[in-house]
């Protein structure tokens, strides 16, 4: 994930002001200092604001300058949501703090900024990726099991929809796809007692590695009542996307999938019913993947996920 520098903001511009009168002035020496501002890769503005000289960074994201291809898109209730979920996920797990909204600055929410290398990295690099990902699973056991709810498995089932209504497939493969489908509904491999608070946009640049421990950001599309596995099958679907993109092959990711599922479950009986229902979230994983690809990949990732819901038990 690349960021670059952009602009030095001194005393008199209102956001900076705002950042040091309203959010980190208590741990400035210095509330005149400049602040240099660096932009992130992302579906928002996403910027860093370096306080010089003081060894202090924050995090601003923009819910008002969306810069991804989402349409009818309400920026004050997405900076609301974010909020919201980060509190409620930071009292179980380590995130990236909220310190502040914004409406007035294009709807700003502000968080600590994690300095470190995200999961991306360590896949990119398969340096010390085991151990990555084993405290990234143990980290959304910790989510998963702390926020204990109602379950609410139509809406699994209708957001599958609303991912395959965006990808306007083929009637054929369409079809397919309900079909298969409609076999999941009807089998009990969904069905369960309890829901959960996830994370679910679980790719592996929201994971930042900070002093070894975990840091999850971006809890904007954050669900309650849901299915727990979905995480796991969302970053599974990742690894294998990712091994088939850039490192040899897809195939090369089941060893860390098989690794970080183990490390997830209770025991035995619980990685076999994890097993049996990832190829379901599996599935959603690589559809949207091929949401964000063009020709022959979206295509290859289509035939992947239509496969992955074949492996119904
Ligand atoms: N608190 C943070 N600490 C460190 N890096 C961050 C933080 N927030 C965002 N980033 C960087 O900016 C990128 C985009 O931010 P994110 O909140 O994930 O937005 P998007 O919705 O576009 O994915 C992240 O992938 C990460 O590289
Ligand atoms: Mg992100």
Not at 32 to 60: I, P
Not at 106 to 135: D, F, M, Q
Not at 292 to 309: D, T, W
Request: proline content about 3%; charged content about 25%; overall charge positive.
């Amino acid at each position: 994930m690349g960021y670059r520098h952009v602009n030095t903001l001194s005393f008199g511009d209102p956001f900076r002001d705002w950042l040091v009168e309203e959010v980190v002035g208590h741990c400035l020496r210095n509330k005149k200092c400049l602040v240099d501002v660096f932009k992130y890769d992302s579906s928002h503005t996403v910027c860093r604001y370096q306080f010089r000289g003081e060894h202090l960074s924050v995090m601003a994201k923009f819910f008002s300058e969306p810069t991804g291809r989402m349409r009818d898109y309400n920026p004050y209730k997405g900076m609301m949501t974010e909020y919201r979920n980060l509190k409620k996920a930071a009292l179980t797990i380590n995130v990236a703090k909220p310190l502040a909204i914004n409406e007035r600055f294009n709807c700003a929410l502000v968080t600590e900024h994690i300095p470190g290398k995200s999961l991306s990295w360590y896949i990119k690099h398969e340096k010390g990726l085991y151990g990555r990902l084993t405290s990234v699973g143990h980290m959304l056991k910790r989510l998963h099991e702390n926020t204990q709810s109602s379950y609410n498995k139509e809406n699994e089932f209708r957001n599958f929809h609303e991912v395959l209504n965006h990808l306007e497939l083929k009637h054929d493969t369409r079809e397919h796809f309900n079909k298969f489908l409609g076999e999941w509904w009807y089998s009990s491999w969904l069905d369960r007692a309890h829901g959960c608070m996830i994370h679910r946009d679980a790719t592996p640049s929201n994971y930042v590695f900070w002093k070894d421990k975990p840091y999850a950001l971006d809890f904007e599309s954050s669900w309650s009542q849901a299915h727990p596995v979905r995480d796991l099958g969302i970053l599974s679907a990742e690894l294998k996307n990712e091994f088939e993109l850039h490192k040899g092959g897809g195939w090369r990711a089941e060893p860390y999938i098989g690794k970080f599922l183990r490390e997830y479950s209770k025991d035995e009986k619980d990685f076999f019913r994890i097993t049996g229902v990832l190829p379901f979230f599996m599935s959603i994983g690589l559809l949207r993947s091929a949401w964000l690809h063009q020709s022959s990949y979206r295509n290859y990732l289509i035939k992947e996920a239509l496969e992955c819901l074949k492996a119904i038990n």
